[in-house]
């Protein structure tokens, strides 16, 4: 079932292989353009020596809540033979290329695939060129960001300072970051509220930074979110103040943070909606 996730509990998960237990997940890596996740950064266990690898969304299977874990399409051998990477450095599209040849998939990057890549079927020998790149032309520039280099960023909004990023809300279907949590507390005594990252401009990585097209008084006036919550309680959070504060800002706010047609709005207004006629 479709779930929403931040990353301090999916880097709780265990991974697991067709044959057994990989490791666990230490971050996700995103694309700052889109949001769309492209890999897990695993710490493997002794049968690998502890090293780290990236394990990519389009091998994802089921995520079982019962024993923490996240089961994966692939086999030990596959994952074994997968390049190796530092859990401390950038991930240039160099490495991205080979690791896709490794495993013998389409790369995002290309025409024609899904949002994590697709398989494909790996090229006669006979016929491939040694100098040949397998995928053709290769984007120079990537923009993948670290979830563990975004935790703690400013966030600014257009009129000043409000708060720091505190953690990333993924939705487990598509694994899409659809929200990222604002923690306001030295504003707001200690409040939190979910942003939609289409309200979220560009990072300032220098400055470690990130820009909001709301304004300081949106942010206060928006629901608290409580992060322990469970992602089906996510949708019931202040259901009564959430509903003004969507026709509130919807009215007097061209940047309202969350769109009215998104899913997680959709849903959260038929809830809100129901339990307030029944309240009636």
């Not at 890999?39 to 969304?57: D, E, K, Q, S």
């Not at 051998?77 to 859990?87: D, L, V």
């Not at 398989?119 to 100098?131: C, K, M, N, V």
Request: neutral net charge; aromatic residues 10%.
């Amino acid at each position: 079932m479709k779930q929403f996730r931040r990353v301090q509990d999916i880097t709780k998960l265990t991974l697991r292989s067709i044959d057994g237990q990989v490791g666990t997940i230490r971050e996700l890596y995103f694309d700052d353009q889109n949001w769309a996740v492209r890999y897990l950064m695993v710490r493997t266990g002794r049968w690998l020596m502890g090293r780290h690898v990236l394990i990519a969304p389009i091998v994802i299977g089921t995520i079982d809540d019962a024993d923490a874990s996240i089961r994966i399409n692939l086999q030990k051998e596959e994952i074994e033979y997968a390049p190796s990477i530092k859990s401390t450095e950038s991930i240039p599209r160099r490495y991205e290329q080979t690791y896709y040849e490794r495993f013998q998939w389409a790369p995002y990057w290309q025409p024609d695939t899904t949002m994590w890549g697709s398989p494909i079927p790996f090229p006669d020998a006979s016929t491939t060129r040694l100098d040949e790149s397998l995928f053709g032309e290769i984007p120079e520039q990537s923009h993948l960001r670290s979830s563990a280099a975004v935790t703690g960023c400013k966030v600014r909004a257009q009129d000043g300072e409000i708060g720091h990023m505190g953690d990333l809300v993924i939705d487990d279907e598509d694994w899409i970051i659809r929200y990222v949590e604002v923690d306001t507390r030295n504003w707001l005594l200690g409040k939190k509220v979910l942003v939609q990252t289409g309200r979220i401009g560009p990072f300032d990585w220098y400055g470690r930074s990130v820009a909001m097209a709301l304004t300081r008084h949106a942010i206060r006036s928006a629901p608290a979110y409580d992060p322990s919550c469970s992602s089906r309680r996510i949708m019931r959070f202040g259901c009564s103040n959430t509903m003004e504060w969507m026709r509130r800002n919807n009215e007097t706010h061209s940047n309202s943070m969350y769109v009215v047609g998104s899913d997680f709005t959709k849903s959260l207004l038929i809830y809100c909606s129901s339990n307030l006629l029944r309240s009636h």
